[in-house]
């Protein structure tokens, strides 16, 4: 089962739990998700204390085969963002259904 979480949700949470309102809410959303990527733009590592660490790993240029065309197709290099849960994350994921 996936669920998307997304900001205008997080947004109605935060407004529902601490009383501001729904754009306030949904300003300090946007402020945090743009601060993140700024940060990892900057940095390269984000480390958010119980949750987990956000870490920028450069991917070499490589050729690949489309596999409908089987035409060879160059990818340049780029970056790419990796996640790694805390322990806190690990264990709430782990922990089993009863």
Do not use: C, W, Y
Not at 56 to 83: D, G, Q, W
Request: charged share 30%.
């Amino acid at each position: 089962m996936s669920s998307t979480l997304t900001k205008a949700k997080i947004a109605e949470i935060i407004s529902n739990q601490v009383g501001l309102s729904k754009k306030d809410s949904l300003e300090i959303v946007e402020d945090i998700i743009n601060e993140i990527g700024l940060i990892l733009a900057k940095e390269g590592v984000l480390k958010i204390s119980s949750f987990g660490t956000f870490k920028v790993n450069k991917k070499k240029a490589r050729i690949v085969h489309n596999p409908k065309t089987s035409k060879e197709v160059s990818i340049e290099e780029h970056n790419v963002v990796s996640f790694r849960p805390s322990k806190v994350v690990k264990n709430l994921l782990n922990k089993k259904k009863t």
